[in-house]
């Protein structure tokens, strides 16, 4: 099945995006008098070197990431070697480093002990192999672990004591965050055929939990017990990739989510009911900054659209590549690429104003206020925070290009 699923990856990679939009920003490598320094470079972090693959051999293999205390004084790294350290934010040093059996493939999740009732604040790490652990974060030593048997991707979220997780078998788990102990469970049947690698991450809003799957199907599960409140079909031609991998978005009483053939939705939070659907080509990633929606697309394709009716606003283009969950601060949108490095966007005019070019992207991005952190295919470690003098003398071997 992981076969069939890394076909499907290539597949995705190569397809170009299409559309005419009312104003379109095409992907140039010149400079631009105009551009700005919106995230500047505070330091790297070298970490241990991974062995790359190709990306004609394996496009879209990551490393797990990078995360960020509550506090901003601490980065949590993970790698594809299985390598998991604490590393302070105000002289790069490393608090406490970890080495495990499993390739970790899930950015670190910081979890505060308010949230958990904890006496201790813990960090989530999870595996290509399905394991899922939390450790200390202070001293880094496993806390609980616990078996999932399917690979993890996305960063977990945690409501009401319960650590919610998905994983690549269609397979949405409630642990308890304190114990790892199992809750509760909701499983969708595998599609038949081809999907596309990676999952849905899941979204929350006061007692309902949203997941989207490889079928093409939004569900809405109680956070109790995990029964099913409605489920949707975000797909309904029946050609192509089915896949709803994009994490859901909620917003008031309204859920966002995309399938990769269909586009994007917005339904009733409470019922599911279609509200508007735009057509979008493979768009695998979501987020809002009220009143926009941007849907990011793995073919190359950055889109501006109006929450309330679903009109595209404006639309960015880049070339082709994995991209990384965008996020929104003070009026702009970032993105990492592989290839392609950083993206700072404009929100109201989708101008690329910036772009940070360490090589490509191998992680999502963590932010925490104005800080941003990401890990590099380098394994490198990129700190940045909101309106930083950038670090002209660090930089200069890093190639920051200005657009």
């Known amino acids: 099945m992981r076969h069939g699923r ?222 099913l409140q409605w489920s949707r079909p975000l797909t309904l031609s029946g050609q192509g990739f089915a896949d709803a991998d994009a994490t859901p978005i909620v917003v008031g009483d309204r859920v966002y989510a995309s399938s990769v053939h269909d586009g994007v939705y917005a339904l009733k939070a409470d019922t599911g009911d279609v509200i508007w659907q735009l057509r979008a080509a493979n768009v695998t990633r979501l987020t809002a900054q009220d009143p926009t929606l941007f849907a990011l697309s793995a073919s190359g394709k950055l889109q501006a659209i109006d929450a309330d009716s679903g009109k595209p606003r404006w639309e960015l283009k880049f070339p082709t590549a994995v991209v990384s969950k965008p996020v929104a601060h003070r009026g702009y949108i970032a993105f990492g690429a592989k290839p392609g490095g950083l993206y700072v966007v404009d929100v109201q005019t989708g101008r690329l104003v910036q772009r940070f070019f360490p090589g490509g992207v191998a992680s999502e991005l963590a932010v925490r206020g104005g800080s941003l952190a990401f890990m590099s295919e380098g394994s490198v470690i990129y700190y940045m925070r909101y309106g930083e003098k950038h670090n002209l003398l660090l930089d200069a071997k890093r190639r920051y290009v200005g657009l």
């Open 6 to 227: 890394w076909l499907a990856a290539v597949a995705l990679f190569s397809i170009s995006c299409a559309g005419n939009p009312s104003r379109l920003h095409t992907f140039k490598l010149v400079d631009d008098p105009t551009a700005i320094v919106v995230w500047g470079l505070v330091f790297a972090h070298p970490t241990e070197r991974v062995k790359l693959l190709t990306p004609l051999l394996e496009p879209i293999e990551a490393l797990g990431g990078v995360g960020l205390d509550s506090k901003d004084k601490v980065l949590f790294t993970a790698n594809f070697q299985g390598v998991y350290s604490a590393v302070r934010v105000r002289d790069q040093e490393t608090l406490w480093r970890h080495s495990g059996v499993d390739p970790l493939s899930m950015p670190p999740t910081f979890v505060s002990k308010e949230s958990v009732r904890s006496p201790d604040d813990l960090v989530i790490f999870g595996s290509q192999n399905g394991r899922v652990f939390a450790v200390n974060a202070q001293t880094g030593a496993t806390v609980w672990t616990y078996e999932m048997g399917g690979e993890i991707s996305e960063a977990p979220t945690v409501a009401e004591g319960r650590l919610l997780i998905m994983n690549s078998r269609n397979q949405l788990m409630a642990l308890d965050a304190l114990t790892g102990k199992w809750l509760w469970q909701y499983t969708r049947d595998f599609p038949v055929g081809l999907t596309i690698l990676g999952h849905s991450g899941v979204a929350v809003k006061a007692d309902k939990v949203f997941v989207g799957f490889s079928d093409g199907f939004l569900a809405c599960v109680q956070l109790d017990d995990g029964l």
